[in-house]
Structure formats: structure tokens, C-alpha cells
């Protein structure tokens, strides 16, 4: 990327629909580093990955919709035939977690999930920045017991947080129109 890091981080934008190639070992090496540089209070390193390459992503996805139907939560058929046609392209799919660590009691569990949360943004961000097209999504059976304890991720020790695609994107995607921060930010104390 010819741009300076600035403009990669203000122009990175989700990018679903993604297909091969995708990231070479040392660009995923790369993107996993990433995700150990996010802020981590008491440096309790929460975050977990699951990586789901190749054909092992159809097998996955059927697994997922398996699951569905047997907590009685069928997903209709469009969405059985979209989920099938994005991850039939997608080349990687990570299973993304926060380990909770019930034992310890030093931080509350908010700071891990957001310390896992960064960790997912930073993995985003470098995904971007190499060129290649991600997407954090909580679809997939995110909140079914099924699929968290197959990809090892049971509560109460862990709490899944969602899945991402990267790979190339299949078409061109500007930058969206973002909203002025002002929007978002007041000051304290307020004015008089």
C-alpha cells in the first residue's frame, strides 16, 4: 500500500465479499502479530483465534447450519443460500474469542472482551493495510452453544465474539461516507 498509515487507517473499510487469494503465511503471520500489539490491561493476552481454511470453511458452514435447526432456530433459506455463496469464496475464517479466566478476579471481564475486541480491530487493520479485504461478522451461529464449544470456546471460560473472512475483495470498495466526529464527542464541563 503507497499510502501513509494514516490514510490506510481513515480509508479501511469492511469488505465481505472476499475470495483467493488469500493471505500468504507470512501476511497472516503478520495479521495474527497485529493482534498482539491491542491494549491489554494486566497483560491477560484474552484473545483467541480459531483459524477455518479451504474446503474446511463449507464443512464448517454446514456444521453451522446444522446447529441452527437443532436449537430450533432454522435460518430461511435466503440467508442458508447467501451465507453458503460468501463463504464458498472466502479462503480464511478466523473464530474469534475472548478467554475470560474466571479465576482471576484482577480486572473485570468487561476489560478482556474489550482487550479481545482490540485485538479483532488491530487484525482488521492489518488486514487492510496489506491489501487484503476483511469482515467481522457475528452471524454464523456466533450465539449458539453448538457452535462455540466445537471451535473450543464453551462459556463460562470463554465468550465467543464472531468470526472474520479475509481474503482479496471481489470488487472494488471505496471508503464510505463517515459522519463528523463532532457528532460523537462532547466536552466536560459543558459550555455555559
Known amino acids: 500500500m503507497s499510502v501513509s498509515p494514516i490514510e490506510a487507517l481513515l480509508s479501511r473499510r469492511s469488505a465481505k465479499l472476499v475470495g483467493a487469494p488469500g493471505p500468504s503465511p507470512e ?47 432454522p435460518l430461511l433459506p435466503q440467508k442458508v443460500t447467501n451465507m453458503r455463496g460468501w463463504l464458498a469464496q472466502a479462503p480464511l475464517l478466523l473464530g474469534m474469542a475472548c478467554h475470560l479466566d474466571p479465576e482471576d478476579k484482577r480486572f ?8 479481545a ?8 487493520n492489518a488486514a487492510h493495510m496489506l491489501g487484503y479485504g476483511a469482515f467481522w461478522s457475528t452471524g454464523l451461529g456466533t450465539y449458539l452453544p453448538a457452535v462455540q464449544q466445537e471451535l473450543g470456546f464453551a462459556e463460562p471460560e470463554y465468550r465467543f465474539l464472531g468470526f472474520m473472512s ?10 464510505p461516507a463517515r459522519p463528523e466526529p463532532e457528532t460523537f464527542v462532547r466536552r466536560w464541563p459543558a459550555a455555559s
Open 166 to 175: 479475509i481474503g482479496t475483495p471481489l470488487r472494488a470498495m471505496p471508503s
Open 108 to 115: 473485570p471481564e468487561q476489560e478482556r472482551i474489550l482487550a
Open 27 to 73: 501476511h497472516l503471520d503478520i495479521i495474527l502479530r497485529a493482534a498482539m500489539t491491542a491494549p491489554d490491561h494486566g497483560r491477560a493476552q484474552p484473545w483467541r483465534f480459531v483459524l477455518i481454511e479451504g474446503p474446511a470453511i463449507a464443512e464448517f458452514a454446514e456444521f453451522v447450519l446444522k446447529a441452527h435447526e437443532d436449537a430450533g432456530q
Open 117 to 124: 475486541g482490540a485485538a479483532a480491530t488491530q487484525m482488521l
